[in-house]
C-alpha cells in the first residue's frame, strides 16, 4: 500500500448568496449613475459642438453652393482640461472647427 487516504470532507461553501446579491446591487447601482452622469455628458457636449457648428455653418452653406457634388469633412479640435482615459469628458472644450472639400 502506496500513500495514505485522504478522507477529509471537500469544502462546501463559498461567496454566500446575500453578499452577492449585496455586490451585485451596489454595482448596478454605480452603473445608473455612470449612464445618467453619460446623458448629462451627451447633452452638454452636444451643445458645445452645436455651438461650433454654428459658427461654421455660413462658410459650408457657401462652400456647398459652389459645388454640391463634394462633400464636407467637419473637424473639430477638442481640449480636455484632465489626462482621462476617453477623449471627451466634463471640461473639455471644443476649439476651432475646420471645414475641407472632399471630391
Same mark, same amino acid.
Given at each position: 500500500?502506496?500513500?495514505?487516504?485522504?478522507?477529509?470532507?471537500?469544502?462546501?461553501?463559498?461567496?454566500? #448568496?446575500?453578499g452577492?446579491?449585496?455586490?451585485?446591487?451596489?454595482? =448596478?447601482?454605480?452603473?445608473?449613475v455612470?449612464?445618467?452622469?453619460?446623458?448629462?455628458?451627451?447633452h452638454?457636449?452636444?451643445?458645445?459642438?452645436?455651438?461650433? =457648428?454654428?459658427?461654421?455653418?455660413?462658410?459650408?452653406?457657401?462652400?456647398?453652393?459652389?459645388?454640391?457634388?463634394?462633400?464636407?469633412?467637419? =473637424?473639430?479640435?477638442?481640449?480636455?482640461?484632465?489626462r482621462?482615459?476617453? #477623449?471627451?469628458?466634463?471640461?473639455?472644450?471644443?476649439?476651432?472647427?475646420?471645414?475641407? =472639400?472632399?471630391g
Amino acid at each position: 500500500m502506496v500513500g495514505v487516504a485522504d478522507n477529509t470532507l471537500p469544502e462546501t461553501g463559498g461567496p454566500s #448568496p446575500k453578499g452577492q446579491a449585496t455586490i451585485a446591487g451596489i454595482q =448596478l447601482a454605480f452603473e445608473g449613475v455612470n449612464f445618467v452622469l453619460n446623458l448629462v455628458n451627451d447633452h452638454i457636449q452636444k451643445k458645445k459642438v452645436s455651438e461650433a =457648428l454654428d459658427q461654421i455653418r455660413p462658410t459650408i452653406a457657401r462652400d456647398r453652393a459652389q459645388n454640391r457634388r463634394l462633400g464636407i469633412l467637419l =473637424l473639430f479640435y477638442i481640449t480636455r482640461s484632465s489626462r482621462e482615459a476617453y #477623449p471627451v469628458v466634463p471640461g473639455s472644450t471644443i476649439g476651432s472647427g475646420c471645414t475641407g =472639400l472632399m471630391g
